[in-house]
């Protein structure tokens, strides 16, 4: 972990929050790789849930809402921690942090004592207003999920969707983490990926479309190349249950946070939940509106009412790339690799004249470099010599790089080199663009 953080850090991709003026704990902000890393990513999961289907329509809600809808979604009072602090130095854990805890009594030794655990609740409070004492508290959303439930009748009335169909949202969220850590693994401040999928309300139906998301989902992770032995299914006892689930089932990532192949190196990365009738039924409740969805239904006449049901999937963006950057991190000889996907990896080429001081050389790559970017991000590199420069590209995971060299002058060929292979193969200048999307897809 110590070397991913440090050449996430050297390389441009998350820095430490604030850092200048001492940092804010559970705040990441992402560099220039670390943004293009996160926009390829989003890209994806934009493609697999909404482009690719005709069931999914997008949206993008706001951050800020009325805090009723923290009332009626349940938030305010159920969505808490348990946690204990410290009687001697007020430090806080959560109940569940079984090791931290034991850690923590052996640096007070015999006189460890802690107070009765406490709920503690995660919404982050805002104060709205610009005239002292008249501000209205409202929360930054803790989960993005409200503002498609607040919407759905919304959505409905200005689409023509039928029911089974899925709304698709990206966005930040955050929550008053008791201990943020494990890099971003548990940030303040952090982004979610989620589809709320509106079903019947059919207790085999819905389970059908729970089982078809579970395995959507698992398979997104592993096609874009998570190894499959670090990813397993977890299912949500009956005790950890988030208030809204009737079922809950977590993809888990194997992390070196713990001791190799111990349970406690399992981490969450995406929730599946069922979440029945919870939200719409609850807005409705809280908000006066009727949240019924009108079916047209053939055997009866006039239309069938109801609540309708959601099935929600719900990905961490955060915590997706560190686990991507982690299962993507080698170590070859005297070289560093990140084997990210390509259509992850932050630059999909990169571009280096053979030598610097041959003006020929350098517009030939030039041009090259340029034709390249209109549909590529692409690097460019005239520094040193050609085998640092690949090691250069391979820590940040580049795929591939081309070299111009006196023969390209001749012929119009350059080479490729594989980041992973370190195979080069020469081709013609005409068929890198295909090359590269044949990889690409
Ligand atoms: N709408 C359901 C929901 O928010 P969740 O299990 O609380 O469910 C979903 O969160 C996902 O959001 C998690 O699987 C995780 O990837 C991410 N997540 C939750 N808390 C986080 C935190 N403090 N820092 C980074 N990511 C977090």
Known sequence: MEKIVSLCKRRGFIYPGSEIYGGLKGTWDYGPLGGELKFNLKQEWWKTMVKER??????SGSILMNSK???????????????VECKICH????????????????????KASWTEPKRFNLLVEAKLGVVEGEKNTTYLRGEITQGVHVNFKNILNSSRLKIPFGVAQIGK??????????????????????????????????????DYFKKIRMDWYKNLGIKKENLRFR??????????????????????????DSEASWKELEGIHHRGDWDLLRHQQFSGQDMNYFDENPLISGKEKFIPWVIETSGGIDRAILFFLIDAYCEEAERTILKLHPKLAPYKVAVFPLLKNKPDLVKKADGIYKELKKYFNVAWDDRGNIGKRYFSQ???????????????????????????SMKQTRIKIEEIKSYINDKLT
Not at 72 to 83: A, I, R, Y
Not at 91 to 110: C, L, N, P, S
Not at 398 to 414: G, K, M, S
Request: proline letters at 5%; one cysteine or more.
């Open 235 to 260: 299912e949500h006892k009956k005790d950890e249950l988030a208030h809204y689930a009737r079922a809950a089932w977590d993809i888990e990532y194997k992390t070196p946070f713990a001791a190799p």
């Open 394 to 420: 391979d820590e940040i995971g580049t795929p591939f790089c081309i070299t111009v060299d006196f023969e390209t002058l001749e012929n119009n060929t350059i080479t490729v080199r594989d980041r992973d």
């Open 173 to 210: 969220a955050f929550r008053n983490e008791i201990t943020p850590g494990n890099f971003t693994y548990r940030s303040v401040e952090f982004e979610q990926m989620e589809l709320q999928y509106y079903v019947k309300p059919d207790e085999k139906e819905s389970m059908k479309q729970y």
């Open 54 to 59: 005709d069931d999914v329509v997008g949206f």
């Open 69 to 83: 809808v923290w009332e009626g979604s349940g938030h305010m009072q159920n969505f808490t921690d348990p946690l």
């Open 91 to 110: 430090q806080r854990f959560r109940t569940d942090q079984e090791d931290a805890i034991k850690e923590h009594e052996k640096e007070h030794g015999k």
